[in-house]
């Protein structure tokens, strides 16, 4: 595929949760290297969308292209393959297994070859993970859960990650550290991520571009720079928080 | 007191054997949440697979070793039992995944009619005897211990510590319970859930094999209907250990042995289920997850 093509491509995508229409013809195209961001308000479809990418559920209509290549109707377990990485809304760590074992499922695609190495950099990220790292996920805190589940994805060398609200919950010094994570790995390793945020003043400054979601569909998008200057961007998800 | 131990020996044995049923009732509902009744039955079918390989050799292959035979029974007993289970939960339980819960359950109940009659029509209603196979025995201070109780507790020893080096040394393991605590997850990480189901059910089914041709060795019969009862022990077993916990299920099983020979030798033999049962009522309402199970409540 030449550079051109979007590593990622969403095409007019729509996904139901039965007869409930949670997204009503999604467009939204990340290229390679990029940092974009996806804010809209609490129901808006942001998280579906980022499920819908992965398959569960999938999509109804329209289609999603990965590199190039048709995922839409592709099981889960295939499109990680495809070094699609997620930490998902709610973290999802595994609560009884310990937060080495949780790394380890982060890379169970290459059968733990880069395991050893890969980890190493996880703790150095993530210096917390390590004096954690014999502990059950379940009693983690909240933060340290966090920096897991990016910790996890992150050991599956993705292609493309996404992050569904890395900063929930977590207090500002910790969530600082996670976004200069996230911006070290974009810069250094080329990493391209896909990130939802409620902290959208943050997530603006931190991507390249952005999107705006309403209503399951992206009402305004542009370069985060330009978003973070528009009135109505502004009013309705800046004005009041963290700036 | 030698007749204590010698019942306490037995109780062992039979507990081996529950035990290893046991085991494929707590992966499943470990990993799906099913309760797969016709897993019984899968142990029956190991009876019969062993018992139909005997008669082959016996009748084709002259003066082979007991030691070979016991081997290749065991082999056939693992094949046809995961076989059997690894169609059955393609064809009946994975289409119900995500239907309500009593479906797979009611399906379960339905394959073990199917299988229980099939062997019954083919293999005749009545017990198939084979002549015993092991017959060295031993004494010990005036107990008596034969070789086949030795062999049963002995191979039950090597299955339970390859299991359990299984699910928690193994990258297998690792997907058997991530696929156990969170199905979704796992998937985003590039678990083929549906696979990692289909090894544990054939997992489950061929320890029941094993199990299988050890039952045969030890009493020497065979009978359609013996899914049920040694099923229903070991799904007792298991819920007595903590359905879901691997050590649970084998230390389930010893103790329904060991209840069930005891209470035979000092008491009546007509209550012994009567006691199995009501010690199981006990430990429910003193402890309802089960002597090593985890409790429900848990901060996720
Ligand atoms: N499993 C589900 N079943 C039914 N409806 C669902 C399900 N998941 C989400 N929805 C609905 O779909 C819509 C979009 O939800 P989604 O979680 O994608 O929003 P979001 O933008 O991520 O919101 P938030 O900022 O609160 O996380 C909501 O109306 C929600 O109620
Ligand atoms: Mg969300």
Known sequence: MNAQTPLLKVEGVET???????????????HRGEIVCLIGANGAGKSTLMMTICGQPQARQGRILFDGEDITRVPTHLIARKRIAQSPEGRRIFPRMTVYENLQMGASLDNQTYFKEDVEKIFTLFPRLKERQAQRGGTLSGGEQQMLSIGRALMARPKLLLLDEPSLGLAPLIVKQIFEAIKLLNQQEGLTVFIVEQNAFAALKLSGRGYVMVNGKVSMEGPSKELLANPEVRAAYLEGGHH | MEYFIQQTINGVTLGSVYGMIAIGYTMVYGIIGMINFSHGDVFM???????????????????????????????????MSSLWSWVIERIAYRPLRGSFRLAPLITAIGMSIVLSNFIQVTQGPRNKPIPPMVTKVYDVYGVTISLKQILIVLITIVMMTAFWYVVTKTSLGRAQRATEQDRKMAALLGIDVDRTISITFVMGASLAGVAGAMYLMYYGVATFSDGFIPGVKAFTAAVLGGIGSLPGALLGGLLIGLIESLWSAYFSIDYKDVATFSILAIVLIFKPSGLLGRPEIEKV
Not at chain 1, 16 to 30: K, N, T
Not at chain 2, 54 to 63: N, P
């Open chain 1, 16 to 30: 139901y949760y039965g007869a409930i229409r949670a997204l009503a013809g999604v467009d939204v195209e990340v």
């Open chain 2, 45 to 79: 079918l190991g009876t019969f697979a062993a018992l139909i390989m005997f008669l082959i050799l016996t009748s084709l292959v002259a003066g082979m070793g007991v030691a070979a035979m016991l081997l290749v029974m065991m082999a056939t007993a693992i094949v």
